[in-house]
Structures are given as structure tokens and as C-alpha cells.
């Protein structure tokens, strides 16, 4: 057989229509990241990938505001794998967990930690409130870590993380934080702060295709899991695989190249903006968008203005709206946004200003519709 008459699939055009994505993650893909996508493939063990990850691993120090020696990774997985990363290889059977909880994606940590082993305390806040500083000092206790999610997604909640680090800094427990909703559009100070392990998600303010988890570990966190008694029972984010592979360039496990190809350039792109440029521009888009949607009855659901999560824009509904009926019929014209999430469902939208998400044009596409549908 000729390999050259071998057939071909014929190119299909995809009939795909403009979507305006407003939701909480994913955001909209990077120009950038999605013309990255289309590069031919390179092996995971190709001198030129080690090299795009050395710089990958370069901005990602920057994006954290880490010491320099902090090891930076991507995972092969969502945030939720960076989430359990931190604690299948911080934490062992036993240890004192404390988990600031004031939503589902720090009930979440809870759950994780304790499958991992640990006894899990709980800080808590009402629904729509930060986690009280105060509240952490009173039960730190002898805890091995305490983790806290910065911007709180389920309820746009944005809880004070360098004031809970500031704490937690001379207590001798680790500082997990999840920056899923923050890191790359709002500075964020790992070792000005104090925090030893961080993760996110490429899809949020980032503007990259999801499947890959940032991480950032401090020297103390790197140095406890070095001390760890027994073995990380999570085989596949093994810190000490993922070093293998980083800074060994031996093999682990196949990592999705062209996602760090598209990461690579999302990832450059935001440092390329700037991360104070980014965080003025989501406020000043979720000032705007506050002040265009209040003639048409919402306003914010967080009370406290400082409390307020810049890039997950929590707005109540006015009352009588149809919230599903509505959302189904933005979808029907392209516009995707989001309702609330377990006790706020029915209550609020969220409306995400991460990344790409946070630009004039797609919000003003949401207005002209609500306008029309509502009015
Ligand atoms: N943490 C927060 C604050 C989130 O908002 C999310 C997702 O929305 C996650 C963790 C989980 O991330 P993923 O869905 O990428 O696994």
C-alpha cells in the first residue's frame, strides 16, 4: 500500500455561532492562547517544552509574588486537582485541618482534607460574609494548616487572606489558599503574605482552556512534605514526581503540551497587561455593569463594599423575576451568565468578570438583551 494515497478526512468547517460567556469560569479563550491551541505537537520530553516550561514556571512566580526558590507547576487537571494536590501532600492521618467555610468551595476543602486524613475544624461565617480574622485566631489551636478560599465563588465573597496569613505566620501551621477566583487578575502576595501553597484553575482569570491547575508551593510547604511519614497516597500530583519532571526533565507523566502551549501565551498575556492594570479594569467593569443593571432592580448581595469579590460580580434579583426563564432565554440568544449556587439559587446571579470575560463589548451585549427581554 502507497502511504501517499493513503485517504484523507475531508475539513469541516465548524458551525459554530459568537457565544458571550459571563459565567463564573470558564471564561473566554485568550486571542492569544487560541491561536497557541493550532501549534503542531511537540512530546512532553522535547527540549523546547522543557524551555516553554521553565518560563511558564518563571511567570507563574510573578503571578503568586513568590520567593524566588518557590517551585511552581502546572497539574494535569481542573482547580478541584489543585485543591486536593495541596492536601494528599501536606496533610497525613491525623494532622489538625482548620477550614475557613463560608461556602461551597470551602466546604469543599473540608471534605477533601478529611479524606485525606485530617480533622477538620471549621470557621465559619452567614451566608454573604467574610471569614472574621478574629474568628481563625480563636481556633487555630495546634493546627498543621489552615486553608481559606480567597474569593469565594458560590456567594462573591472575597475573604481577607493577607490579614487571616498575617495569623496564621507565627503559629507553625502551613497556609493553603485557593486563588481559583483571584490570582491573575488581582495581585496576589504569596511571600509577602505568608502563604505556602496556592492554586487556580487556567480557565478563570486567566482566559485559558480548562484542564490545568497552577500551583505554587513555599520552601516551608516543600520542606513538611519532605518530612511526611508515609508516602503521598495521591501517586499522580506527587510533589516530588511533579519535580521529577519540572526540574529533572524525567519522565512522570504525559502532560497536555498544547494546553501549556495555550497557557503559556494566556499567562504572558495577563503579566504582559499587568496585574494592577487587570485588577483596575475588573473594578472598574463591575462598578459599571453595579450601576447599569440597578434601574432594572438588582443590587449587590454582599453588603460590605471591601467584602465584595471583584471578579465573581454577586448580584440579588429584583423580585418577581423569572431567574430560570430568563437565564434559559439569554442562552437561546447566545449569553450564557449564572444563577446562584446551592442556598443562593433563585437569589443571585453571578456574573463572571474574570479575564476576557471583564471587557465592555460582551456586557453591553447582555444589557441590549435584558433590556429588550425585561423591559
Ligand atoms: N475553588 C473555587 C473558588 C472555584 O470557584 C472553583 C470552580 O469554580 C473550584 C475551586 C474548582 O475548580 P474546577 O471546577 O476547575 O475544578
Known sequence: MKLLDAP????????????????????PIHPRALRALTRPMLGHMDP????????????????????????????????SLGMEA???????????????????????????????????????????????????????????MVAVVHGETSTGVLNPVPEIAELVRHSGALLTVDAVTTAGMEPF????????????????????????????????????????????????????????????????HTVPVNLHFAFAE??????????????????????????????????PYVKREEARLPTVLALRLPEHLDDAGVRAELRRREISITGGLGPTAGVIWRLGLMGEAAHPAPYRALMVALEDILG
Open 266 to 299: 494566556a499567562l504572558r498575556a495577563a503579566l504582559e497587561e499587568g496585574l494592577p492594570e487587570r485588577r483596575e479594569r475588573v473594578r472598574w467593569m463591575g462598578r459599571a455593569i453595579t450601576e447599569a443593571l440597578a434601574p432594572l432592580g438588582f443590587s
Open 189 to 252: 502576595s504569596m511571600q509577602q503574605w505568608g502563604v505556602d501553597y496556592a492554586y487556580t484553575g487556567a480557565q478563570k482569570c486567566l482566559s485559558a482552556p480548562p484542564g490545568l491547575a497552577p500551583v505554587a508551593i513555599s520552601e516551608r510547604a516543600f520542606a513538611r512534605f519532605a518530612a511526611r511519614r508515609h508516602p503521598t497516597p495521591l501517586w499522580y500530583c506527587d510533589f516530588e514526581g511533579l519535580r521529577d519532571y519540572w526540574v529533572e526533565h524525567t519522565y512522570h
Open 86 to 144: 495541596g492536601f494528599a501532600n501536606l496533610v497525613e492521618k491525623g494532622d489538625e485541618v482548620l477550614v475557613c467555610a463560608n461556602g461551597s468551595f470551602g466546604r469543599r476543602m473540608a471534605e477533601m482534607a478529611a479524606r485525606y486524613g485530617a480533622k477538620v475544624r471549621l470557621v465559619t461565617a452567614p451566608l454573604g460574609e467574610p471569614i472574621n480574622p478574629s474568628d481563625v485566631a480563636d481556633h487555630l489551636g495546634d493546627a498543621a
Open 48 to 79: 523546547e517544552v522543557f524551555k516553554l516550561n521553565r518560563a511558564i514556571q518563571a511567570d507563574l512566580r510573578e503571578m503568586y509574588g513568590t520567593e524566588p526558590e518557590a517551585f511552581t507547576a502546572l497539574l494535569a487537571g481542573t482547580g
Open 8 to 27: 484523507q478526512p475531508a475539513e469541516v468547517a465548524p458551525p459554530y455561532p459568537d457565544h458571550v460567556l459571563l459565567t463564573p469560569g470558564p471564561t
